[in-house]
C-alpha cells in the first residue's frame, strides 16, 4: 500500500487529486478505511452540526445495484469500497447540508488519495435516490444523494487519459478581481 501521508508539498498533492472512476480488483485496507473515516468525521460543517452519516459499502452486488439507479455513479460498480453519505435532510438547512456534503465528499477523496487511492463522486438523482434508500435500509426522512466510489486507480483504464492531458484553463480565463467581467484580466506571472 502506496502511503503519502505527510506529503513534501502540500501544494502539489492538492493539485494531484484527480477523479478515478477505473479500479482495481484489490481490496482497501481496514487501515486505509478507518483514517478515510476519521477524516471523514473531523471535516468541518456549519454550526458543527455534523448532519451525516457514513455508510460503507463492499458487497459486489450491492455496489452494482447502486451503480445501475438513476443519477451519475456508475462507478460504483467497479468499486473496491463505496461510501454512502447520508444527510440529515433538514429542509430548513439545505443550503447548509448541500455545501457540508460537498467539503465532505472532497475531503473523503484528499484522505483517499493519501493512501494511493483513487475516488469518484458520484450521485443518486430522481428516482434513484428513493431506490438508494431502499436498496441500503435508510430513513425516508434522511437525504441521501451522494456516494463514493473508492479502491486503487485502474493500471490501464478503458478509456486512457485524455482529459487528463489536457491540462487546466490558465488562471487569467478564470480569475476576475473587483468585478466580474472586468476587462483588466489578470495578469500574474506564471
Keep these: 500500500m502506496k502511503l503519502t501521508r505527510y506529503p513534501d508539498d502540500p501544494l502539489d498533492f492538492l493539485k494531484s487529486l484527480r477523479t478515478v472512476r477505473f479500479f482495481e480488483r484489490e481490496p482497501v485496507s481496514q487501515e486505509a478505511l478507518d483514517d478515510i473515516l476519521e477524516v471523514a468525521r473531523w471535516s468541518g460543517s456549519a454550526r458543527n452540526r455534523q448532519p451525516w452519516r457514513f455508510l460503507v459499502v463492499r458487497d459486489r452486488g450491492t455496489l452494482e445495484r447502486l451503480a445501475a439507479l438513476e443519477g451519475y455513479a456508475q462507478h460504483l460498480a467497479g468499486a473496491a469500497v463505496g461510501i454512502v453519505l447520508v444527510m440529515a435532510g433538514d429542509p430548513a438547512k439545505f443550503e447548509q447540508e448541500t455545501f457540508d456534503e460537498g467539503r465532505l465528499a472532497e475531503r473523503i477523496s484528499l484522505a483517499a488519495a493519501s493512501h494511493g487511492l483513487g475516488a469518484a463522486v458520484g450521485w443518486f438523482a430522481g428516482k434513484g435516490r428513493g431506490a438508494a434508500k431502499r436498496i441500503l435500509g435508510i ?13 486503487y486507480p485502474a493500471q490501464k483504464p478503458p478509456h486512457g487519459r485524455g482529459k487528463l492531458l489536457q491540462g487546466r484553463k490558465p488562471l487569467a ?18
Excluded: I, K, M
Design 139 to 151: 430513513p425516508n426522512e434522511r437525504l441521501v444523494r451522494t456516494a463514493l466510489s473508492l479502491g
Design 173 to 190: 480565463d478564470l480569475v476576475y478581481e473587483e468585478h466580474y467581467g472586468d476587462d483588466s484580466s489578470f495578469d500574474r506571472p506564471r
